[in-house]
């Protein structure tokens, strides 16, 4: 790294990038993280296989497909937000940084964009078996970035909150059970939108501009207000 | 025990309001009380699959024959009418929808919004006292905000069953994932979550940094579900968007402020209490030393 005469401004940022840093290169040498949410999604997949064993021939996976792969994503990163605490907590490792003189919402940051970048990879990891399990001889009607923008805005939106709530529910009793209670309803509105604006991408059509960008509107609302309340949250939760 | 007398005086006054709401619901207020209801239309409601169904009460279609009547009424009627032909032609009104029941549901209205209203005001105050916590550090600000969360989950299970009973009543359904319902039952569920995060934590402060985070956070759908029906299309009713009658507004702000006072007295006795169990432990310990 740089010397320490530099301006404080890239201080923190030299932090941040060093807690990043931290999750990826534990990640890559343990390759745990990844590695349960990936084949717990796979697991996620094979029971939708038996939700939908009964649906009739004229039945168009498509109108719930979008519904099916943000159930996977959000319980998927309950577990991979839980396990990337239960990480820090174990081996005192948050305990060393709130020592260390690192700004608390560098530390939210830090912690938030490492579930993300995670989560993204599961993501882009669990779609194409879903497409080539459930959706194959079925079309795609939207542009191509529709897609990876919900996903972008809607994944942000579950680290960040995630992030504050694995925070809390770590360091309670019952881990994963009480994260899931916290988590599922406070997603609502993030999930609900997401699910919109991905199916309106998937079936297209010609008036399906208007209600994509209504509910990618949700979405940018539900990040701005959850993103900013964690942010300021955070501090509190984390030295507790 | 001062605040006990004041609190159980509020609470005296309080149930007399909302009941003597209740009777102005039935014999003041503009849609009548018992008897038959005689509309212009049947009220119908569309559900998802584009079905009609009508309401859960019976009704019968009533065709005005007033055919040039001798009645004293008619002939009224007609002398106002400037054709001067009071005939069976112009009256050949438009028929009417006679319920053969009150129009009973609608008297939910003077307890259910009231409750509800309640609800969101006690919740916003827990969120309020978890920020006071988390910025002073006081223990007595988390009891305030734990209790004034659990005075805002009574009104929520109370709103929710009033709720449900005037659905089934009014669009013969119980339960519809319709915005309104869906976002205050998620309320619903954060408040619960509120207390299975307290439960399961063990150390005393950081249960209480937590619940003063997760109040704040849960207490940010309290406006969304109140605004909610004014921004997006829903079937749940809005209150103030058309006005009221005098004869409706009076019981229903007499409710509203009854209910408030029952609320407040709630929290008050259930502080009284949290005190009292303090003051023991505190005697317990001494004894014990």
Not at chain 2, 11 to 23: S, Y
Not at chain 2, 68 to 87: K, L
Not at chain 2, 131 to 145: A, G, H, N, P, Q
Not at chain 2, 177 to 196: D, G
Request: aromatic share 12%; net charge negative.
């Amino acid at each position: 790294m740089s010397t320490a005469a530099e301006k404080p401004r890239s201080l923190s940022w030299r932090q941040f990038r060093a807690i990043l840093r931290k999750d990826i290169v534990m990640e890559l040498r343990t390759k745990e993280m990844v590695t349960s949410m990936g084949i717990y999604a796979l697991l996620t997949m094979v029971v939708y296989q038996v939700a939908l064993s009964q649906a009739s021939e004229a039945f168009d996976p498509r109108e719930i497909a979008s519904g099916l792969l943000w159930l996977a994503f959000i319980f998927t990163s309950m577990l991979g937000l839980n396990r990337s605490l239960v990480h820090e907590k174990d081996q005192g490792c948050l305990e060393a940084l709130l020592l260390s003189p690192v700004d608390r919402p560098v530390i939210f940051f830090a912690k938030a964009i490492g579930n993300l970048v995670f989560l993204g990879i599961v993501e882009m990891l669990t779609i194409p078996i879903f497409a080539f399990l459930f959706l194959q001889g079925s079309g795609y009607a939207g542009d191509w970035w529709m897609i990876p923008l919900v996903l972008a805005a809607g994944s942000l939106g579950i680290a960040g909150v995630g992030t504050l709530l694995a925070t809390m529910s770590v360091n309670t009793k019952g881990k994963d059970f009480v994260l899931a209670v916290l988590m599922v309803p406070l997603m609502y509105p993030l999930l609900l939108a997401a699910v919109s604006a991905t199916t309106t991408a998937v079936l297209g059509g010609a008036d399906a501009t208007t209600p994509f960008w209504q509910a990618m509107a949700l979405i940018a609302g539900y990040d701005g207000i959850m993103l900013v309340a964690s942010y300021g949250l955070y501090e509190f939760v984390v030295g507790a | 025990m001062k605040q006990l007398k004041i609190a159980l005086v509020l609470l005296l006054i309080g149930g007399v309001l909302t009941t003597v709401a209740f009777f102005m619901a039935f014999f003041t207020a503009e849609v009548q009380r018992f008897g038959t209801v005689k509309l212009d239309e049947p009220v119908t409601y569309q559900n998802e699959a584009g079905e009609t169904i009508t309401s859960a009460f019976p009704f019968q279609i009533v065709t005005q024959e007033t055919t040039a009547a001798p009645s004293a009424e008619a002939s009224g009627a007609a002398s106002v009418d400037t054709t001067g032909t009071a005939s069976a032609e112009t009256t050949v009104a438009a028929p009417q929808f006679e319920y053969g029941k009150p129009w009973f549901s609608q008297k939910i209205f003077y307890f259910h919004v009231p409750v509800a209203e309640a609800s969101f005001l006690v919740l916003l105050l827990s969120a309020y006292f978890g920020i006071r916590f988390l910025t002073t550090r006081r223990k007595e600000y988390d009891t305030k905000s734990r209790i004034a969360m659990e005075t805002a989950l009574v009104f929520v299970v109370l709103t929710m069953i009033t709720g449900v009973l005037w659905t089934k009543a009014s669009w013969n359904q119980w339960w519809d994932w319709e915005p309104r319902l869906t976002t205050y039952f998620i309320m619903m569920l954060l408040m619960v979550a509120y207390f299975v995060l307290r439960n399961s934590s063990e150390d005393e402060e950081r249960r209480a940094v937590y619940a003063g985070a997760f109040a704040v956070i849960a207490a940010i759908d309290a406006p969304i579900s109140f605004f909610i029906t004014r921004l997006l299309p829903s079937n749940h009713p809005v209150v103030f968007k058309s006005g009221m009658a005098t004869s409706n507004l009076l019981p229903f702000i007499v409710a509203q402020i009854g209910m408030l006072m029952i609320g407040y007295a709630i929290y008050v006795v259930r502080m009284h209490e949290e005190r009292m169990r303090e003051r023991l432990e505190v005697v317990k310990d001494a004894l014990e030393d």
